[in-house]
């Protein structure tokens, strides 16, 4: 246990539905990143905040995707509208800035898109 | 892409044997770690080796870093049944996120 949660941990939806997810971070860690990864391969980064503000998105992360971290401290990531392809592993990461290079994962939130 | 690709993607070894797993980038980098994922759960951080290192120790496991070939590899020795895990490399991103890039991963089972 990394000291990262992630909730829930297992989710089916049906395509066109909205789904969110939520991540608490170590609770001193001011940096927070959303990955996802799909069967087979490794990690991909979608999002990271520094504190509240969201600083960084990738250009995986579609317009169906948002992401929030209200008072710097748990985030929510949803999908609206989700599709099949949707369908894999959300991993959420933090660390502490400027110290820690490291990241500690939760142990995710997998999601199957029927 | 910064993305590294690791080498096997897949390797079955017996209790107590050596487990060898390479990894190569393709751009320059302050800093490369391993983390281990069990089937179906988060990431765990192993070993992180800077740029200037070129070798480094923690238990059983063993970092060794060449920055001229773009190349490192993670060696396990002694493994152990509950070494079975999916092994990744990770560079960061130089930009202000530092957010992880990680390859496809090699896929260790270890046999009782």
């Known amino acids: 246990d990394t000291g990262v949660s992630q909730d829930p941990r297992h989710k089916i939806t049906k395509r066109g539905q909205n789904v969110t997810f939520r991540c608490d971070p170590i609770?001193?860690?001011?940096?927070l990143y959303w990955y996802r990864q799909t069967l087979g391969q490794g990690p991909e980064f979608l999002t990271y905040?520094?504190?509240?503000?969201?600083?960084?998105k990738s250009r995986l992360l579609s317009d169906r995707f948002s992401a929030e971290r209200p008072k710097g401290s748990f985030s929510t990531l949803e999908i609206q509208r989700t599709e099949q392809g949707d369908s894999a592993m959300y991993l959420c990461?933090?660390?502490?800035?400027?110290?820690?290079?490291?990241?500690?994962f939760g142990p995710g939130t997998r999601l199957l898109v029927l | 892409s910064q993305q590294g690709e690791e080498d096997p993607q897949a390797l079955s070894i017996q209790e107590g044997e050596n487990a060898t797993m390479n990894c190569s980038y393709k751009?320059?980098?302050?800093?490369l770690q391993w983390y281990r994922q069990n089937s179906g759960r988060g990431l765990v951080h192993l070993i992180l080796?800077?740029?200037?290192?070129r070798e480094k120790h923690s238990g059983r496991l063993r970092v060794t870093l060449d920055t001229s070939k773009k190349s490192s590899s993670l060696l396990i020795t002694a493994s152990r049944a509950a070494d079975t895990a999916s092994y990744f490399c990770?560079?960061?991103?130089?930009?202000?996120?530092?957010?992880?890039?990680f390859g496809t991963g090699t896929r260790l089972t270890v046999i009782p």
């Open positions: 990461a933090s660390n502490l800035r400027s110290i820690q290079e490291t990241q500690y």
């Open positions: 905040f520094q504190n509240e503000a969201q600083l960084e």
């Open positions: 751009t320059s980098i302050n800093n």
């Open positions: 990770a560079t960061a991103a130089r930009t202000g996120a530092n957010n992880l890039f």
């Open positions: 609770s001193e860690h001011n940096r």
């Open positions: 080796i800077r740029s200037n290192e």
